[in-house]
Antibody, heavy 117, light 107 residues
């Protein structure tokens, strides 16, 4: 069955870096781009980034542009987060998009990232 | 960026009630809208896409309608498992954006 499993979360200090991973299984990656969506504590959902499987298309939210990059290695998608800020504190989800539809039919369980000194 | 507003932000209802949630876009987005349900501590789950298409496995008491700038999610006959927060999301252009959410609580 379709599975998305995030890992790599934790507590980091402002200005430092962290890499999240999303291991995907149970489906053909080429037809299903992966997005990252985050949710600050007690807040709503915020779309963060997207990469198509072949890497041709990448989009980022303005709030993370220039600091976060998305990459893929085989069946694992990564969110590389640099120069982290307190406002990046959130639960980060990876989510699957049925190709070209821009909605998310499967989500990972989420991973907490806390940026604090 | 396309802004989404939802109303109400909070509603209190009873089991069996018919509930309607509204989502309004800051510009026309055709039928490019999805709805999600999120229970506390869990990932969101897709309910509706393309404004009115029911995701596989979602109960038929959920329905969506609308196009352009105004959309609605209706729950016909609220069940105990439906008490959750509901979000709309526009699919029209990047950056993809979500509404602020509507929390449905037990009266």
């Amino acid at each position: 069955q379709v599975q998305l499993v995030e890992s790599g979360g934790g507590v980091v200090q402002p200005g430092t870096s962290l890499r999240l991973a999303c291991a995907a299984s149970g489906f053909s990656l080429s037809g299903y781009p992966i997005h990252w969506v985050r949710q600050a504590p007690g807040k709503g959902l915020e779309w963060v980034a997207f990469q198509s499987y072949e890497g041709r298309n990448k989009f980022y939210a303005d709030s993370v542009k220039g600091r976060f990059t998305i990459s893929i290695d085989r069946s694992t998608f990564y969110l590389n987060m640099n120069n982290m800020r307190a406002e990046d504190t959130a639960v980060y989800y990876c989510a699957r998009e049925p190709g070209g539809r821009r909605f998310f039919d499967y989500w990972g369980q989420g991973i907490l990232v806390t940026v604090s000194s | 960026d396309i802004q989404l507003t939802q109303s109400p932000s909070f509603l209190s209802a009873s089991v069996g009630d018919r509930v309607t949630i509204t989502c309004r876009a800051s510009q026309g987005i055709s039928s490019n809208l999805a709805w999600y349900q999120q229970e506390p501590g869990k990932a969101p789950e897709l309910l509706i896409y393309a404004a009115s298409a029911l995701q596989s496995g979602v109960p038929s008491r959920f329905s969506g309608s609308g196009s352009g700038t105004d959309f609605t999610l209706t729950i016909s006959g609220l069940q105990p498992e439906d008490f959750a927060t509901y979000y709309c999301q526009q699919l029209d252009m990047y950056p993809l954006t979500f509404g602020p959410g509507t929390k449905v609580d037990i009266k």
